[in-house]
């Protein structure tokens, strides 16, 4: 496939779509974040159906229980840090995790320019976020602890794409893959709804924004992400996913009508030249021995 950076970009067009989507309902947001791994894990897995044999694997239900401890350890940082350090960390160390996981793991070694425009999106990306003027929540001690569960939250986050993106490369249906991982998680998260209250759901804008977030920003985006892992390098996947909040900025400007400070337009428009440096592929005079060991670039 040469259009998997397009597919990886879509799904963090969805993902950009959460947050607006979930000012709609006036739900705990640990209950909401269940609510969507519960809908969109269940979605994923029967449409997997019985291919998920196939993606079944220590590493991919190992996985599994990344994707829902990535929901926790985000929610646990934001409430120590606020929410722009929180999501600072958080989502720019994701992308500097996987690199990092990749080369350490299976000698996938990032390119410099890929390391150049990673540095510039995340630099983007933080411009973006603290210059929308949210402020830290956390003080001292919580403050570092937030930033620690935060940075642990990027690592979790890289190690659950790098599994998936290598049992996808290894012959595992993609959509395979994404069940396993997100099935595996909406059942590890229901507890956690039920723990929090379904009540809300009761309400019909509640239930109808918990289904877009289900089958929209969680079904559909991590199928299309999962699509684009079969052609698109993993570290260059997790960079094109900071798309994501630059389509929330973007949300916020046109829908919510909320302001952007000068340094948020600055981020942004920094954040969308290094995304397009990323997605460009890279002329190779000759494919090397990593790309030789997987058949037709199924992906890493």
Sequence with gaps: MKNGPLAVVGASVLWGTAGTAGLLVSADSVALAAARLV????????????????????GTLLAAAAVAAYQLCFFAAVGRTGVAVGTVVAI??????????SWALHRERPSGRWAVATAAAIAGCAALIVGGGAEAGGHGGQMVSGVLIALLGGLIYAFYAVTAARAIS????????????????????LPVLL??????????????????LGLASTALSYFLYGRGLRSTPVATAATLALAEPAVAALLGLVVLHERLAPVSVAGLALLAVSL???????????????????????GR
């Design 39 to 58: 809908i969109g894990g269940a979605v994923l897995a029967l449409f997997a159906g019985k291919g998920l044999r196939r993606a079944v694997s220590p």
């Design 170 to 189: 290894r012959g595992a249906p993609s959509g395979a893959v994404m069940g396993v991982l997100f099935g595996g998680a909406a059942v590890i998260m």
């Design 92 to 101: 720019g160390s994701g992308p500097v995790f996987t690199g990092l996981l």
């Design 276 to 298: 397009a440096v990323v997605a460009v592929p890279e002329r190779s005079a000759a494919p090397g021995p990593a790309e030789r060991a997987v058949p037709e670039r199924a």
């Design 195 to 212: 723990w929090r209250g379904v009540e809300w759901l009761a309400e019909p804008r509640a239930l109808l924004a918990a289904l877009y």
